[in-house]
Structure formats: structure tokens, C-alpha cells
């Protein structure tokens, strides 16, 4: 049950109410509608062939602000190789994808090799693109794009929600989000230890994405 929640186990039925329990119990592994909603989905698929995912370390920094053309959000994704090249473990070489809202903008982008491909699909719109790591090096991939009208309207009306999806079989070790708005900040959940409220319009959640993760902020 536990890994079913940490998403190291997905489950499929062909019968069809199966299926729709398995899914309200989060065991399933889909991309989840979110409609108003903000997302952040970090996908890495290793092209290496090797067992290099065993010896790496990744934490994920997303922050929203809010800017004169709209509100702008800002991922980082880092990755720490802590391996040495050996048979089963070699320069970690993977094709990175955020998902993100559907009618996201992309502003710029830093650390890919080559150019970023940005699609829509499975009703998010993703950024991606290629990132190598030598053994006992570090290296970074960094995403800016403005959120879509229906985040900033949802937020212009008295709340901000966002939902993490964490990447089945790949834990992320440190997930840190940073919200500051132009609005005073009533309530917000998690309310919890691992929030920090910085100041009257900004809030701060760090812990480990071990599983799908819910944030609202209300003004």
C-alpha cells in the first residue's frame, strides 16, 4: 500500500469500475485533469541503457511570481550524479519533459543540449529536452513560461491551487515551492511544518516529492 502511494506500484484493470477505483485511489499513474488548476510534472526518461538512476539525486525549485504581462513560473531541476563510471553505471544522459497547464508560454530556457521541443498533449503542455551528467558532476535544467489566463483568472478571484505530480519510480529528493503574489495571503494547505510564510504575500513549502502533492493558497 505504501508504494502504491509513493507510485513505485501502478496498477491497470480492463474491467471498466475497476479501472475508475483504481484511478480514485491514485494507483493508476495518469496525468490528471487539473482544469483552473497550476501543474508541474517532471519526467525523466534515462537514454543511457544503464543503471546510472540508481546513483542519482534530483530536487525540483518552483516559484511563481507575478509580473507586469501576467504570472510567470520558474522551475529548476536539479541533478546530482554520485556514481563512478563502473559496467552498470555510466554519464547519465536523459530526454527531460515538464508538463505544465495547457496554454502555458515558454519565456526561455537554460542547461538542454540542443533545442527545447514544446507540445501539447494528454491535456498539459510540456517543455523538454536533452541533459547529460559525467559521474560526480552536478547539472541543471531551468524552465520560465507564463501560466495561462485561467490560473491568473482563478487567481484574481481568491485562490491559487496547485498540484505536483511526481514521476512514477523516480523519487524526487527535495521539492521546494516559493509563491509570492500581490495579494495578502489568508489561509493556505498544507498548513503544516513545511511551510514558511515569508511574508504577508508569500509562502514556502520544502519537503521530499514521495508522492503526488496538493497546494492551495486562498487571499
Do not use: C
Request: charged share 30%.
Amino acid at each position: 500500500e505504501n508504494n502504491a502511494a509513493r507510485k513505485n506500484i501502478l496498477v491497470f484493470a480492463k474491467d471498466k469500475e475497476v479501472e475508475e477505483m483504481i484511478k480514485e485511489q491514485g494507483w493508476g499513474g495518469e496525468i490528471k485533469e487539473t482544469f483552473e488548476s497550476d501543474y508541474l510534472m517532471a519526467v525523466d526518461s534515462n537514454m543511457g541503457a544503464a543503471k546510472t538512476d540508481s546513483v542519482m539525486s534530483k530536487s525540483v525549485d518552483y516559484a511563481v511570481r507575478e509580473s507586469a504581462e501576467g504570472f510567470v513560473a520558474k522551475v529548476r531541476v536539479n541533478y546530482a550524479h554520485r556514481g563512478k563510471a563502473d559496467w552498470r553505471t555510466t554519464k547519465y544522459k536523459s530526454y527531460m519533459r515538464v508538463y505544465v497547464p495547457l496554454g502555458s508560454q515558454l519565456i526561455k530556457s537554460e542547461g538542454m543540449e540542443g533545442e527545447v521541443a514544446a507540445q501539447n498533449e494528454l491535456g498539459k503542455t510540456s517543455f523538454g529536452g536533452f541533459i547529460s551528467v559525467e559521474p560526480g558532476q552536478i547539472g541543471s535544467l531551468y524552465f520560465e513560461y507564463k501560466l495561462p489566463k485561467y490560473v491568473e483568472e482563478a487567481i484574481r478571484e481568491g485562490s491559487y491551487n496547485l498540484y505536483v505530480a511526481k514521476q512514477p519510480g523516480n523519487d524526487v529528493g527535495l521539492l521546494s515551492i516559493d509563491l509570492k503574489f500581490d495579494k495578502t495571503i489568508k489561509s493556505y494547505s498544507p498548513a503544516s511544518l513545511a511551510a514558511i510564510k515569508k511574508s504577508a504575500n508569500e509562502i514556502r513549502w520544502e519537503g521530499e516529492l514521495s508522492g503526488d502533492r496538493k497546494y492551495e493558497v486562498n487571499f
